[in-house]
């Protein structure tokens, strides 16, 4: 059964950086895309980037000048840095999946991290 | 960017009765739309993925439709487990971005 295990800091000072790992387990890393995505407290779902297992990125142009993902294929783990976080970086950060099915590629996220929350707080 | 936009807010049933959920695209997403289920203190859950695909282990109840701007995700009678909040999600081509709804809460009434 193909697991995603994600860890990283849960409280940070403003202006420091973020930074979240998430691996896969049981499963293929090769031919999907894997994404970060982020929920404050109390609101909606906001992606924040993707990447494949060859390192081509995808990122929501709001948080592009702070956000890099990387991938280890040795490892099978991606991991997101954010850079200089403020009080609205505040949220539950979730790594997925996104695969291909019968239909289309790359379309939903079939496999979710269990969720880090992490707090930004002087 | 494409925005979603989901109705209603909260939309309050009783089990047993039919929960019918909107989302709405300010463009065109052909059929590219996915739905999923949250409970409180859990990630999302896949239900369905373009448009009216059931994902993987996801009960019959579950059905979703539309095409285009207009999506509607149905579950025929509400069992207990399913007041939840649900999100609807789509993906852009280019630039290559992912967007979701704002969320429906379903509660019991």
């Known amino acids: 059964q193909v697991q995603l295990q994600q860890w990283g800091a849960g409280l940070l000072k403003p202006s420091e950086t973020l930074s979240l790992t998430c691996a896969v387990y049981g499963g293929s890393f090769s031919g999907y895309y894997w994404s970060w995505i982020r929920q404050p407290p109390g609101k909606g779902l906001e992606w924040i980037g993707e990447i494949n297992h060859s390192g081509s990125t995808n990122y929501n142009p709001s948080l592009k000048s702070r956000v890099t993902i990387s991938v280890d294929t040795s490892k099978n783990q991606f991991s997101l840095k954010l850079s200089s976080v403020t009080a609205a970086d505040t949220a539950v950060y979730y790594c997925?999946?996104?695969?291909?099915?019968?239909?289309?590629?790359?379309?939903?996220?079939?496999?979710w991290g269990r969720g880090t929350l992490v707090t930004v707080s002087s | 960017e494409i925005v979603l936009t989901q109705s209603p807010a909260t939309l309050s049933l009783s089990p047993g009765e039919r929960a019918t959920l909107s989302c709405r695209a300010s463009q065109s997403v052909s059929s590219y739309l996915a739905w999923y289920q949250q409970k409180p203190g859990q990630a999302p859950r896949l239900l369905i993925y373009?448009?009216?695909n059931r994902a993987t282990g996801i009960p019959a109840r579950f059905s979703g439709s539309g095409s285009g701007t207009d999506f509607t995700l149905t579950i025929s009678s509400l069992e207990p487990e399913d007041f939840a909040v649900y999100y609807c999600?789509?993906?852009?081509?280019?630039?290559?971005?992912?967007?979701f709804g704002q969320g429906t809460k379903l509660e019991i009434k």
């Open positions: 999600q789509q993906r852009s081509n280019w630039p290559p971005t992912y967007t």
């Open positions: 373009d448009a009216s």
């Open positions: 997925a999946r996104a695969g291909c099915s019968s239909t289309s590629c790359y379309t939903a996220y079939d496999l």
